[in-house]
DNA sequence: GAATAATCTTAACATTGCCTTAACAAATCA
DNA sequence: TGATTTGTTAAGGCAATGTTAAGATTATTC
């Protein structure tokens, strides 16, 4: 269980304390650091799922910041959204050719803030091939990511646990015996006994609560609808 | 419910007498033929869900008792599995053309024999299932979800409960002994008394109402049509 | 490539709730 | 009315599932 990180860099510490407080406000975690060095940092350490980013800051400005993100293997394709200073054209143009997913003008208004954060964090969750995206309830099941999103929430699930919770939720409102998810979701070719998948389920349950999938006794398992 | 039936043709009683246990083990009725000749003939008089065909045998091998049941309408889409002696893949792919659904090479895993006996039964299944939702007065008993639907209410039936009501309701407006019920709902091997009966019944109406299942009385019971 | 961590599987024990039975009440038939 | 069949209820046994932990396996890191 964890929640969605937001890196914010900016070197004015009144703006970074309102940022922060609105985007905890929201359920994510907030990263804070007020310089481009510490930025980079946090970044590799923590890696956030999206990361705002002043341009204007002493010493490495946030072109530079966003340069350098983006030559890192592990970090290029997180979101980054810029802030910049009011109507200046030239430099919203260059932060989109930089890779921003986004840039917001300064003075900042906390409702538009975090509706572009959670437009830029949707749209990057739900990237390309549809069909590997499944909501349900209020879960989104990205099979690319191998990522269960709840809310701000994002649980990174071991493969089986998230196979089995996929193939479930695929088919909600089915119930489905354990043959069956043994032969579908382990594969025809394997043999392991069946209390193995009670064992996943509890985890599943244990990770995202036990709203999502019931036990039909004697039959099988069901995700609800 | 009646158990599911398969064939097996094979030459070595060895191994007749391995799959025959396996398969019984995993509640299967298994017919058994050491030869081609028998093994159609076991074929015509009790249409089997499945057949398992050695293709080595004397006299008559495997392909040839295949391309005979594919003639006969009333066998020709009964799932066939071959066994091929190891690492044949002409024989393999002779086989998958023949109109196999799968193939094995001995020796055999019994684990792995069950595992495609029971992925190519459900294959066969799933294909063609619309029996398995039935409407009947203002319910809806649908196996797949095992659940029982009246108007917007949902009731979910503990399974004996469930196929007793799905196996009345299937034959609505015919009179089911006990002697019947307890064949068909509970299997042939199942020795319970059949008052049980009447206790599930009493459950089923205490749940959905008494509008559905009526007695007859000294002969048992009937689902209103 | 060894060490480390994470995941998967199994086994054992705990718990739940379904199934069956038995016993009695009510209904039906002779 | 007595005999037989079915309705109803409740309790105990038991099979299915929940839960936990430890060993086996696989991935990851240095």
Known sequence: MEKQKILIVDDEHDLLDLIEYNIEQHGF????????????ALARN?????????????EMDG??????????????????IFLTAR???KTEIKSLEKGADDYLTKPISPAKLMS??????????ESSDPGSVIHVKDLEINKERYLVLK???????????????FFLASRKGKVLSRDTLLNEVWGSGVYVIDRT???HIRKIREKLGSDYIETVKGVGYRFKE
Chains 1, 2 share one sequence.
């Open 151 to 165: 809310g701000s929430k994002k649980y990174q699930l071991p493969r089986k646990e998230f196979d089995l919770l």
């Open 29 to 40: 975690e907030a990263l804070r650091a007020d310089n481009g060095k510490e930025g980079i």
């Open 197 to 199: 998948i009670d064992v």
């Open 46 to 58: 923590h890696y956030p799922d999206l990361i705002i980013l002043d341009i204007m800051m002493p």
């Open 116 to 125: 572009r954060i959670k437009t830029v964090l949707r749209r990057v969750n």
């Open 87 to 89: 109507g200046d054209e």
């Open 63 to 80: 072109h530079e910041v966003c340069a350098i993100l983006k030559e890192d293997k592990k970090l290029h394709s997180i979101p980054i």
